[in-house]
T-cell receptor, first 116, second 110 residues
């Protein structure tokens, strides 16, 4: 296991198209997070999963965004009808959570989305 | 919800000097405070973290201090080197997710 993997690394799409990103977390981690990062800003929380359950969604996650983690392993983030404002780096992270303690919070390399 | 403020937004130091980056948080329930280093085009990498039951933690040239009463924590880098140049993010764990500061761009001039 070499860490958190994200695919693709880069995606250029036309406005109005749908895109889907994939994240493979560290296998022993039970939590998976999605963030969006724009230039010069810190990562902004979008949503997270504990195993296969999506437990929290940010207000940033509009109806055009949907995330799944069907078997509690990899996750997908889909953006429908993309807009230019969706252009950003989409980061995935995973961690273990035991009680209220967080361990091993690790980011993937991200998927850079450009909407033209 | 939790709000994490980070400053300064940019910091330029001479090689060998120390650098200090400060963050404040609003949610007193936050109990875990990591710091990340992000080089251009790369993922954020955890460099040090501190839990709320600890006041200070050191790892070679890097140290983090936490003042729970004042709700602020700081990153200290001593004997800075050009390879320390990057964007640094603080974060605070709030119940189930992490809130990040806006980042500090550190430039270490040789």
């Amino acid at each position: 296991d070499t860490g958190v993997s994200q695919d693709p690394r880069h995606k250029i799409t036309k406005r109005g198209q749908n895109v889907t990103f994939r994240c493979d977390p560290i296998s022993e981690h039970n939590r998976l997070y999605w963030y969006r990062q724009t230039l010069g800003q810190g990562p902004e929380f979008l949503t997270y999963f504990q195993n296969e359950a999506q437990l929290e969604k940010s207000r940033l996650l509009s109806d055009r965004f949907s995330a799944e983690r069907p078997k509690g392993s990899f996750s997908t983030l889909e953006i429908q009808r993309t807009e230019q404002g969706d252009s950003a780096m989409y980061l995935c992270a995973s961690s273990s959570m035991f009680g209220d303690r967080l361990y091993g919070y690790t980011f993937g390399s991200g998927t850079r989305l450009t909407v033209v | 919800g939790e709000n994490v403020e980070q400053h300064p937004s940019t910091l330029s130091v001479q090689e060998g000097d120390s650098a200090v980056i400060k963050c404040t948080y609003s949610d007193s329930a936050s109990n875990y405070f990591p710091w990340y280093k992000q080089e251009l085009g790369k993922r954020p990498q955890l460099i040090i973290d501190i839990r709320s039951n600890v006041g200070e933690k050191k790892d070679q040239r890097i140290a983090v201090t936490l003042n729970k009463t004042a709700k602020h924590f700081s990153l200290h880098i001593t004997e800075t080197q050009p390879e320390d140049s990057a964007v640094y993010f603080c974060a605070a764990k709030v119940t189930n997710d992490m809130r990040f500061g806006a980042g500090t761009r550190l430039t270490v001039k040789p």
